[in-house]
């Protein structure tokens, strides 16, 4: 009986190639999937600044929120950007502490907030403060406590953060459409470092910290740089003194001179803490 013929294995190449992937821009219709749609004229124009907003800063819409037709960036925003950069930055933790607690109404409530690296070292701390006086939303003054915590936390991680948010911004505007754009910009004139737990306070102690335009951060970006830089407290205050002769020669506008100043004590405090 003949021997049956055995099959030769086939093997099939794929003679197309897997398509290369595309990433996609950023969009602020994606930024929204986790938003209820406005009903009113005024609650969508909010909706789309919230969406643009979160785009070009890179942080959730949750973590914006808009007061009197003006977008803040609130308590989860700052700790999601603290979260995000944890790791590469350094940081490891911060904790809030009571200086003085408020027993009763007419009592003021003081928390101070440090952050610590890898190495729990305090790289920067904030204080914050609540009585009847500075709280004009009648809902939380009998939560003195719990705001002035709040308070603490959010300056002490803008220290940090803010930086991390102008950057942001200048990358990631660019990359959207002029409509897109122009929204953007308008909404980022008024998002500003006070927080929107924050501006429930009076007027004297909001001080309002607007965001730098691109323009203006690109001026400052190798002073920046150069404060980022250096380890030694004799080049730091020579760079203090580089600022000082442009803020003399009027070449910084006042959001540059608060942004630079801002980054200049921080650099000095953490380099005093390294001693």
Known sequence: MPKAKKSKKVTVQATSKK?????????WQDAGILMKKGTTAVEQKNQQMIIALSVAFDIPPQGITILADNPY?????LEFVFDRHRENKGWSHFISEPVELAKQAG???????????KNDKVIA???GSANAANIKMGTIKAFLNEMAETRSQNRCLRKVVSPILYQTFIDRVNTL???????????????????????????????????????????????LQNIANTKAQDDLEKIGEEIKAQVKSKKLSKNQIAVLREAWAGKYQKLAFEK
């Open 73 to 77: 960036i609130n308590k989860q925003g």
């Open 107 to 117: 009592d003021t409530a003081v928390f101070v907030t440090r952050v610590y690296d």
């Open 177 to 223: 459409q002029n409509d897109q754009r122009e929204l953007i910009t308008e909404a980022a004139a008024n998002f500003g470092s006070v927080t929107a737990e924050e501006v429930g306070a009076s007027e004297e102690e909001q001080k309002p910290e607007k965001l730098l335009s691109g323009e203006e951060m690109k001026a400052i970006a190798g002073i």
């Open 125 to 127: 701390n904030g204080y």
């Open 19 to 27: 398509p290369a992937k595309v990433e996609p821009k950023p969009s």
